[in-house]
């Protein structure tokens, strides 16, 4: 009688594999995100149609950077954990060239601010000339998250 032979496990060291998979599941980092908040956050939330995204570009979260095929499922992602994390994420300023080197000796170093961060308005209210706005947290809430 033979042995039993042990199972191969399929890819299993072919790097190429991983490599595609890590590409593909990218999503855009947190100083991008701000970037795009401070400066289209309107333009985003308004696209022009493409067929070729979800939902024809029509629903765009700007805080997660992600697309829905209709406004009932971008509706329940402003619900979900995901998105109330990433909020959580996005209300320390993102980090810079800058303020690593003051925090490495070559400058006087300033803590990052803390902001308030709301969800982002509907189309209807976008239209109508609402922004997403980043402002400073008042003192009494730094104060509370400390």
Not at 30 to 37: A, E, P
Not at 80 to 94: C, D, F, N, Q
Not at 116 to 122: G, I, N, R, W
Request: glycine fraction near 4%; proline fraction near 3%.
């Amino acid at each position: 009688m033979g042995m039993v032979q042990k199972r191969k496990k399929t890819h299993a060291g072919d790097t190429h594999y991983a490599r595609k998979y890590r590409v593909r599941n990218r999503t855009r980092d947190l100083d991008q995100i701000d970037d795009d908040i401070q400066k289209k956050s309107g333009e985003l939330i308004n696209q022009p149609v493409d067929l070729e995204q979800a939902g024809m570009a029509q629903f765009y979260c700007v805080h997660c950077a992600k697309y829905f095929i209709n406004d009932h499922a971008m509706q329940c992602h402003f619900k979900t954990k995901v998105h109330k994390r990433r909020l959580k994420a996005l209300e320390l300023e993102p980090y810079s060239i800058e303020e690593s080197e003051k925090a490495a000796g070559h400058g006087s170093y300033v803590k990052a601010k803390k902001r308030v961060m709301e969800t982002q308005p509907t189309k209807e209210e976008v239209k109508a000339g609402k922004r997403i706005k980043l402002e400073e947290a008042p003192e009494k809430v730094k104060k509370m998250q400390e």
